[in-house]
C-alpha cells in the first residue's frame, strides 16, 4: 500500500479510541504495522501473540478506526486479510495537568525491552532557555523527526525515534533543593 493514500495525522478523539491505544500490546501491533500490511497470522508472529489474542487487539484497533484491512486474499478457501495504520501518525489528545501520557509510558516500556546490545542513544539534558528558544527547539525536533520518517526504509530494522520537551512542575524548597 503505498504511503500516499494514507492520511498524515489521525487524531484520537474518542473513548473507545484512546482505550484503544492505552494498551501497549496493541501499540506494539501498530508498530508492526507502521511501515507495511500485515496479517493476523504475521502480527502474531513479530509481536509473540498467540493468533486468537492478535486477532482480538487488531480488530479493537480496526473498531477504533486507527487500522484497517487494505487488501484480501485466498488462501486454501479462507480469506486472508492485510491490515494496516490507517494514518501515518496518530495524534492523542494532550493528558491535562498530571495525566498520564500514554505515548511517554509506551515509549519507556519499548525501551526497556529493547536489547542493551542493539544500539541505544538516551540522554536527557536540562536546559534553561528563554520562550523562543523552548518553541525553536521543539520545532527542530519535530522537523528532524520527519525529515527521518521520510527517510524511513521499510526494508530496514525499526528505529524509535521519542522526544519530550516540557517545562518540568516546579519544585517547591525542601523537595531535595539545599536552602
Not at 500516499?4 to 473513548?15: A, I, K, N, Q, Y
Not at 484512546?18 to 501491533?29: F, G, K, P
Not at 494496516?84 to 501520557?101: F, S, Y
Amino acid at each position: 500500500m503505498p504511503d500516499d493514500d494514507l492520511p498524515e495525522t489521525f487524531h484520537v478523539t474518542t473513548d473507545e479510541q484512546l482505550r484503544a491505544v492505552s494498551s501497549l500490546t496493541r501499540h506494539r501491533i501498530m508498530a508492526v504495522l507502521r511501515f507495511e500490511p500485515a496479517t493476523i497470522t504475521q502480527i502474531a508472529e513479530r509481536v509473540g501473540l498467540a493468533k486468537g489474542s492478535s486477532s482480538y487487539h487488531v480488530r479493537t484497533l480496526e473498531r477504533a478506526g486507527l487500522v484497517k484491512v487494505v487488501r484480501t486474499r485466498k488462501v486454501r478457501g479462507v480469506t486472508e486479510r492485510y491490515y494496516a495504520m490507517a494514518a501515518r501518525t496518530i495524534e492523542l489528545p494532550d493528558p491535562g495537568e498530571g495525566g498520564p501520557d500514554l505515548l511517554m509510558r509506551h515509549a519507556v516500556a519499548d525501551l526497556e525491552a529493547a536489547p542493551s546490545d542493539g544500539g541505544r542513544h538516551v540522554r536527557m539534558a536540562h536546559l534553561r532557555l528563554t520562550d523562543a528558544q523552548f518553541a525553536e527547539l521543539g520545532a527542530r525536533l519535530e522537523a528532524l523527526a520527519h525529515e527521518y520518517r521520510e527517510l524511513s526504509d521499510p526494508s530496514l530494522p525499526d528505529a524509535s525515534f521519542v522526544f519530550a520537551l516540557f517545562h518540568p512542575a516546579s519544585r517547591t524548597r525542601g523537595e531535595g533543593e539545599a536552602g
